[in-house]
Structures are given as structure tokens and as C-alpha cells.
């Protein structure tokens, strides 16, 4: 049951910084939303439904705005944004057909009303209205891999694409409150690396980069006066809430922190009177190696805290796993693959060449990876990278696969098996069977399981290990077993070639909601 | 003049705020431009004139848009560039499409920006051969050149500026649009099933968009697909005459796809004189060397796949704009 929380009096006095206080820490606790303008409302999604709510900031408590029926209905809200007069709820809403579609929603709650539905652009993210409340500022994101910056007409539902990226859409937009700009973070190119922060003219008329430093600046806000731009940036070491000012589209001056110290920050919004809302991420993820018939022990790594879907080298002597880089810990664009030398212990991070990576196997002659992802120019599948530089050969392309491309393993020879309709697979060592997870049913050998929503598989000797919904399990001629691998965090997992061991990711994140209250000082007062 | 035939987008889906450059369906409304030279209406006029100008050419003979024909997607039908008595290049002239969005100029990316690139061919003694002094004058002889020039500069012409105002005309020659942007936007009947099943291929099996991505696509980067390689060697260095980089030899900017029925022949050298015989040529792999691009493989389409691919590339023919259709 969705436990919604009170006002926690931790409120944080540090100095000047302004002070800070949370506002959501609830199991199911999301930033998927914005304040209102008056700060009375978060909207978000409702942890126990999955429909689009508003959380009262003051009691603490989540009122669903929609009512989507059926239990079984796989409908659910994303992103939202708030209207400046908070009338009403822009959403994106995973519709019947499998993919995002814009709708707007009174905040009374009701009926929504799709304003965008458009299959090729299948991911779509409100991020802030007009002044006006006529057009809302919304990410697209298109099956070609595309993201684009676009107004949509509230009424209408008409488009105005203002500026197309590639796959490196931004972590955050919003509109200036003249309605006259656009600040919104990319990393310009199509490869990962840090973020600088952009404002874009709604006119289309000019662009400028505002934020240009070392390190990751993302996440923009505007201040209420239009003055200012805050942002999050780990240019002091750690993630701080830093602003720039700006004048006519263009920076004016240094950049000033804000407060410092903020770990895995998510500004969602600034409100009229300059309170800041922002998501935090706490936990953490680490790989656990865990010798057959043994307990499980965390791998102490170089970058600890964000670890998962460990793969072990074919010879044994190797652990390939991802790790999440930069300074913010949300979104998927992120992830590295570390290779560890087992014996030394020394890591090294494979170069960034793919936009997202799921998992990793390794090839018989530990060579090259086989990785299910996707990359920057708007393909999904599988990708082989070399080991020993990086280097990516495309394997299989699957259109529609999504970020998480598609299942695959190698054959003892070399060759690749893919499984682009079915949910997982394993090929056993020798070679002689393939394990295929269906929607209800594993088959691997001759042999079926029914067993449902089975993501993960890898062979173990003659039997099969397998993840479902967060759990591990035992796949063998005497049934489905659970085990108990303490703290798993359900993602993929590896069991070594000639030991048996088993390597998987353990622990996890979740998220709250906080306010910094009163984060604009008047500008003459800053010196 | 033909560019005065072309008649423009009045009519599509065009947004325009105020002087802001007006842009037809399935491209962005920001139309980039460096700060120093932004995009404006008299700019743009002026840099038309100084396109369709055949003083720009050592005999008289030929202007830019004596090459870059708009009815050919700014390009002109030929294997090879013509210059001023009837000098053939070795590259054919590229189409001018989209070019704002460009990250580099030429076959082989030897100029960063579109001002640096605008006043090379009236440079090239295979081209249309003038000196610099030479152009600078030829445009202030012609008196309604100079004139403009002041007004919109502020100063008799220069060279910068005169580059400046070409730079911009180019950066305003649009195409969107075409039935794919239609399709993308929503329209599910705007691609015949033949053309949305060439989309699926093109996305997919085809791997055409290894290289051809994004909404100019093109990757904006160098590849090697065999063109600049024959019997046994490279007949035209590419990219790695920029570059000095052995592994750039034979690599040549992607172009982009808009327009590109329109545009034959193709590759760099014009050497394929239809869109069946590029599909051919990349259905089989483009053509072995040592430094052909990782991505090049033999793709075993059927006929009819073929069919679909060439289908879906002529789906990309839209309406070509250039600056604002009511100056015209």
C-alpha cells in the first residue's frame, strides 16, 4: 500500500545554502513530473496504479488524476508537466498499442485527451508549458532514433519541431518564464560525453551555448524572473545546484554554486516564488561474486554505487560488467562496459562508442563482447565489441528492438544466435541447446518450463538459471526452484565456466522527492 | 532564370515568425547560422544575385547556379564538374541540399563552414577561376552588386562578405515536405506500402542508416565504400587528403539523401548513373579495398527488396525552398 509521507523537519541548514527538506520518501516515490507553479502540487505517477497523480506537498498524500480500468490494462503515465495556471496535466502515456502518446488532463482529474499519438515518434515527454498555457514544450523521440525539441498546441495538438538531436536528447528543457527561450542540456555530437547546457530562441531565430565547462552541466531550470538559469553540475568534484545568468538568450558572467554536496540530483522544477524540487537517488548497485554452494561476497570495484549485469570471461579470468558514469545516476545513456582482471584486480573502462548497453556476453575466444543495445545512429539489436579497443561491428538489427536491443548468445564456433521474439535465451557451453524464455514458458532442449516473464537465462551444468521478476530461479528436471541469492537486484547475471560461481548485481536505487526553498537571492546581493 | 521558375513553398508547411527563415515540413524551425553571420532577408537576396552572378567566372560563362541547378537538387545532372572552358573535374558537384545543416563541405570535408567553402570553386582554376582581388572587383564593377553589398554590409564589398552573403543564400535552400516527412509526421498513407516496406529495409536489413542518419540523412562523417578504389588502387585519395590518415584514403563525405531522385548520377564521382545501381552496388558489398568501412557487407536483398529501397529513396523528393518565398 502506497505510504504516503509527511513533511520531514530534516531540514538542512548549511550556511548560506538555502535550506532543504523532503517532500516524498514512499516506496514507489517517482520524479517523473513538475511542481505547480504555486508548489502546493508534485505531479507524478501513482505508485499503486500507475496512473497520473498529483502529490500534495504539504500532507503528502497522491490523488490520481486518471483512472485507467482494468488491473490487467498495461497502460500506465510517465513524464508530466503541470500548466503554469495549474488548470491542468500534460503526460505521456503508454497507450494500448505499446507505445508513448501526449495527452492532457484536467487537474480535477477526468477524461484525458490525446493531443499526440504518432507510432514513429513512440516516445514522448512533456517538460513545461507557455506562459500562455496554449503550447507545451515536449520531448519526441523517434523510432529512427531522432529526439527532437517541439512545441505542441494544447488544443490543437498541432507540431512545431524547433531543433532535432540524435540520441542524445536532453535531460531537461523548459521555456523561459517570457516565453521567449528554451534551456535544455546536450552533449552536441553523437557520441557520450559530458553535457554543456543550451538556450534555444522558440522563434527558431538563434542558439547559444550558456553553460560551457569541464564536467557534467545538466537538468536547467529557469529562476522565476527569467534572470537565471539553474542547473546541476559536478564541475566542484561533487553534483552541486549551480545558475548562470543570462540576458537576451546569452550568459552574462560566471556561473555561481548554489549548494554543493547534492550526489545523484534531479532538479524537476522551480516555482513562482523560487523553491526548487528535485529528485534524489539513493542506494546503490555493486557486483557480487558468490562461489558455488557459497555465499555471496560484493566485488569492491574503482567506481562503487552503480554496477550491474556482470559477465564472466570464457577462460574464467575476466569479469566484463556495466557501470553507470558521470556525475547523475539517472537515464540510460550513461552505462560503460568495465573490464576487471580478476587476478589483479585492475579495471579498465571500454570507450563509449554504443548509446546504450543491456548486457554483455563473451565471445569462445573472449575476443569480443556480444552486447544487446543500441546505437547513436537509431539501431537496436546486437553489437559485437572488441575487447581490446572497443571497437563495434554491428551484429543483428532488429527495428523497434529499443534500447535494450535484443537477446543473443554464441554458438561454441563464433557464430551468433538471436532471439528477436523471445524474451531471453541462453546457448548451453557445448553448444548442443539453445534455451528460449517465451511470455509463459521456457523450452530449452526438448524440456519446458511454464514459467512466466523469465528476462534473464544462463546455463548452469545441465540445468538453467533464470531471473523473473526480480528473483532468481532454478530451471532443471526437477522443476522450477527460487533461490536465495541475497539482495539481487534481478538484472542479468553470469555463472562462471569451469567453477560454477555466479556473478550477478545486488542491491538497488529508488528515489525521492525534496525542495530547496528560496533558491534565488536577488541578483545585487550576489558578489 | 530557372531559379526564378522554381516556385516555391509559398504553400508548405511553412513556419514563419517574424523574419525568421520559414521551413517546410520534417525540418527543424532553428535553421543554424554562426552568430557573426546571421541568417536575414536582404542577406539571403543578396546572395542569390552573387549565386546566379557569371562575373563570378574568369570568361563570364558561369555563375554557381550555373552548376547547381535547382531542378536537380542544386546539382547538375553530370558525372563531373564543367568549369570555364569546358574543364571536367573529377568529382561531380554536389547537391546543395540542407546544407545548413552541414558539418563540413566537399566530397572530402576540406572546409569547416559554409563561408569557407562558398568562394573555393570561383577559386579553382578547374572551376571558374579568379583570384581573390579578381572577385572582389568583378563585384564592385557590377553596379547594382555594389550597391547592395553596402547596404546590406555596410561597406563596398569584400571577399568576407561577399562569402558571408553566398554562405547564407546556400543555408536557405531547404527541402522538406516529401511523403516520408508526411509519413514520420503521422500520415500513415503517405508512403505507398511498397515505400513503407523500403523504409523497413532501410532502417533495417539494408543497414543504410549506418550511415545515412538522422533528418538530412547523413552522418555528416567519411566512409569508404569502393568508389575511390580501381583496379587495384585508389584513384582519388578523399578524406585522407585532409587528413594524411592512410586509413582515410578512398573515404568520402556521406550525402545526404533529400532530394536524391533528383540527383543523379551519384557517388562522389557520379559513376552510378541510377538509384538501381547504387542499391546494386551496396547489395553487394560496395566494392573491396583496404581500407573499405566496417559496415560494407554483402547484403543479399531479393529483387523485390530492391524494388522497395528505391521506392522509399524516391519518397524523399519534397519541395525545395530558397530564402523566403515572398521575396520572389
Known amino acids: 500500500m502506497l505510504r504516503c509521507l509527511l513533511i520531514l523537519s530534516a531540514t538542512l541548514a548549511l550556511g548560506a545554502e538555502p535550506a532543504t527538506r523532503v517532500v516524498w ?32 506537498t504539504s500532507s503528502g498524500k497522491v490523488r490520481r488524476l486518471t483512472h485507467k480500468g482494468s488491473a490487467a490494462s498495461k497502460e500506465f503515465a510517465y513524464f508530466s508537466a503541470p500548466s503554469r495556471d495549474g488548470s491542468r496535466v500534460a503526460v505521456a502515456w503508454f497507450n494500448d498499442a505499446g507505445y508513448y502518446d501526449l495527452r492532457v488532463v484536467s487537474a480535477q482529474g477526468g477524461e484525458a485527451r490525446v493531443l499526440f499519438r504518432n507510432e514513429e515518434s513512440g516516445f514522448v515527454q512533456p517538460t513545461a508549458w507557455t506562459p500562455d498555457n496554449r503550447q507545451i514544450l515536449t520531448l519526441f523521440f523517434r523510432k529512427d532514433n531522432i529526439s527532437q525539441i517541439a512545441l505542441v498546441h494544447a488544443d490543437t495538438g498541432a507540431v512545431k519541431v524547433l531543433r532535432s538531436l540524435n540520441w542524445v536528447y536532453p535531460k531537461r528543457m523548459e521555456i523561459s518564464p517570457d ?34 565547462a569541464p564536467g557534467e552541466d545538466l537538468f536547467p531550470s529557469w529562476s522565476p524572473d527569467g534572470k537565471e538559469i539553474l542547473f546541476a553540475s559536478d564541475r566542484s568534484g561533487t553534483m552541486g545546484a549551480w545558475a548562470v545568468r543570462v540576458e537576451n538568450g546569452r550568459a552574462v558572467g560566471e556561473a555561481r554554486l548554489i549548494r554543493g554536496g547534492m550526489q545523484q540530483f534531479l532538479p524537476m ?43 564472466w570471461s570464457q577462460d574464467g579470468k575476466r569479469l566484463a560488467y556495466l557501470s553507470r558514469r558521470g556525475a547523475e545516476n539517472f537515464g540510460v545513456q550513461s552505462v560503460v562496459i568495465v573490464i576487471r582482471d580478476l587476478e589483479s584486480g585492475v579495471e579498465r573502462d571500454l570507450p563509449q562508442r554504443l548509446a546504450t548497453v543491456a548486457a554483455v556476453r563473451w565471445s569462445p575466444d573472449d575476443e569480443w563482447l556480444l ?81 512466466d516473464g523469465v528476462t534473464w537465462l544462463a546455463w548452469k551444468g545441465d540445468s538453467l538459471l533464470a531471473s523473473r521478476g526480480g528473483v532468481a530461479l532454478s530451471l532443471s528436471d526437477e522443476g522450477v526452484r527460487r533461490l536465495a541469492w541475497a539482495n539481487y537486484d534481478g538484472g542479468p547475471f553470469s555463472v562462471h565456466p569451469r567453477t560454477g560461481a555466479v556473478a550477478f548485481g545486488v542491491g538497488g536505487t529508488r ?17 | 532564370m530557372c531559379l526564378r521558375l522554381w516556385i516555391l513553398s509559398a504553400s508548405c508547411a511553412a513556419l514563419a515568425l517574424g523574419e525568421t527563415l520559414p521551413v517546410p515540413l520534417g525540418l527543424d524551425a532553428y535553421v543554424p547560422a554562426p552568430s557573426s553571420n546571421p541568417i536575414t532577408r536582404e542577406k539571403v537576396e543578396l546572395g542569390r544575385a552573387l549565386f546566379l552572378f557569371k562575373g563570378l567566372s574568369r570568361d563570364g560563362s558561369l555563375s554557381c547556379g550555373g552548376c547547381h541547378l535547382p531542378e536537380r537538387a542544386f546539382s547538375d545532372g553530370k558525372p563531373g564538374a564543367v568549369g570555364v572552358r569546358g574543364q571536367v573535374s573529377a568529382r561531380r558537384t554536389p547537391p546543395l541540399i540542407n546544407r545548413a545543416w552541414g558539418r563540413s563541405f566537399f566530397w572530402d570535408g576540406r572546409a569547416a563552414t559554409l563561408e569557407d567553402q562558398v568562394l ?54 531547404l527541402s522538406g515536405g516529401s511523403p516520408y516527412d508526411r509519413f514520420v509526421a503521422g500520415d500513415r498513407e503517405a508512403l505507398t506500402p511498397l515505400q513503407q516496406q523500403g523504409l523497413k529495409l532501410f532502417r533495417g536489413k539494408a543497414n543504410c542508416v549506418a550511415c545515412h542518419v538522422g533528418p538530412q540523412f547523413t552522418d555528416e562523417r567519411f566512409h569508404n565504400t569502393g568508389t575511390g578504389w580501381r583496379e587495384g588502387a585508389f584513384v582519388d585519395a578523399g578524406r585522407a587528403a585532409v587528413t594524411s590518415d592512410p586509413a582515410d584514403r578512398g573515404a568520402f563525405k556521406t550525402p545526404g539523401l533529400r532530394e536524391v ?15 538501381e545501381e547504387v542499391v546494386d552496388f551496396y547489395n553487394d558489398g560496395g566494392r573491396e579495398n583496404p581500407e573499405r568501412d566496417v559496415e560494407m557487407r554483402e547484403l543479399k536483398l531479393t529483387a523485390e527488396e530492391k524494388r522497395a529501397l528505391v521506392a522509399f529513396l524516391e519518397s524523399l523528393s519534397g519541395k525545395v525552398s530558397d530564402g523566403w518565398p515572398a521575396a520572389r
Open chain 1, 25 to 56: 520518501d514512499a516506496p514507489g516515490a517517482n520524479v517523473l513530473g513538475a511542481p505547480t507553479p504555486d508548489g502546493r502540487f508534485v505531479s507524478c505517477v501513482d505508485p499503486a496504479s500507475g496512473d497520473l497523480a498529483l502529490l500534495d
Open chain 1, 179 to 212: 516565453g521567449r527561450w528554451i534551456a535544455y542540456d546536450s552533449f552536441g555530437g553523437d557520441r557520450a560525453g559530458p553535457r554543456d547546457i543550451y538556450v534555444l530562441a522558440v522563434d527558431g531565430s538563434s542558439e547559444a551555448k550558456v553553460v560551457d
Open chain 1, 269 to 311: 522544477g522551480v516555482t513562482a516564488r523560487g523553491d526548487l524540487y528535485y529528485g534524489l537517488r539513493i542506494g546503490s548497485n555493486e557486483i557480487a561474486l558468490m562461489p558455488d554452494g557459497g555465499k555471496p561476497a560484493v566485488l569492491p570495484t574503482r567506481t562503487p554505487g552503480r554496477n550491474s549485469a556482470p559477465a
Open chain 1, 371 to 451: 552486447a544487446s543495445g543500441a546505437d547513436g545512429k537509431g539501431r537496436s539489436g546486437l553489437f559485437r565489441v572488441r575487447v581490446r579497443d572497443g571497437a563495434v561491428r554491428t551484429d543483428t538489427v532488429v527495428e523497434g528492438a529499443g534500447h535494450g536491443g535484443i537477446p543473443g548468445d554464441w554458438q561454441p564456433e563464433g557464430e551468433v544466435v538471436t532471439g528477436e521474439d523471445v524474451h531471453a535465451l541462453a546457448v548451453s557451453p557445448d553448444g548442443k541447446a539453445t534455451a528460449r524464455a517465451f511470455l509463459n514458458k521456457v523450452i530449452a532442449g526438448g524440456r519446458e518450463w511454464a514459467v
Open chain 1, 511 to 527: 528515489s525521492q522527492v525534496w525542495v530547496m526553498e528560496h533558491v534565488f537571492a536577488p541578483l545585487d546581493s550576489q558578489r
Open chain 2, 120 to 173: 573555393q570553386p570561383i577559386l579553382n582554376p578547374k572551376e571558374m577561376d579568379l583570384t581573390l582581388p579578381e572577385i572582389r572587383e568583378r563585384v564592385r564593377g557590377e553596379e547594382s552588386l555594389r550597391r547592395r553589398m553596402v547596404e546590406v554590409f555596410g561597406r563596398e564589398a569584400e571577399n568576407e562578405d561577399i562569402a558571408r552573403a553566398l554562405a547564407t543564400y546556400v543555408r536557405t535552400i
Open chain 2, 261 to 275: 531522385a533528383r540527383a543523379a548520377p551519384y557517388m562522389h564521382d557520379g559513376s552510378l548513373k541510377t538509384l
